[in-house]
């Protein structure tokens, strides 16, 4: 089965600086900028690694999204997009070794690394 990289994020910037990054990893890479549309995307092939704001609509979307995709996948590896304003949602996402943060501003070669190692940790096409 084909591995597949889900974006979420309404900042067109953000969502095309990550592409950037995702891209060559052997994965599809697919965008959405809303929870509707990334659950289609979810629907027609399984995602192995999802990236998403953690307010890509409203206040905390990003986790309940989250949530869906690791429910649907319990391999799937779940990487939000935080910052300083995220506080209160930050304290009401449990700590799960299937779900990272990612700080504003993002260090890209880190960030590589992270979702690379979450690519390979990913029971998808195995």
Request: glycine share 4%; aromatic share 4%.
């Amino acid at each position: 089965m084909e591995r597949q990289i889900i974006i979420v994020t309404g900042d067109s910037q953000l969502r095309d600086a990550i592409k950037r990054v995702c891209s060559g990893q052997n994965c599809r890479v697919e965008t959405a900028d809303t929870v509707a549309t990334a659950l289609k995307i979810a629907a027609r092939t399984p995602i192995c690694v999802m990236i998403a704001d953690v307010s890509i609509q409203n206040v905390g979307d990003g986790v309940e999204l989250a949530k869906t995709f690791h429910d649907h996948n319990p391999d799937a590896k779940c990487f939000l997009i935080v910052d300083e304003e995220s506080s209160d949602v930050l304290s009401s996402a449990e700590n799960e070794p299937w779900l990272h943060f990612v700080y504003k501003t993002i260090p890209m070669l880190r960030f590589s690394v992270d979702v690379v190692e979450a690519i390979k940790e990913s029971k998808l096409g195995d």
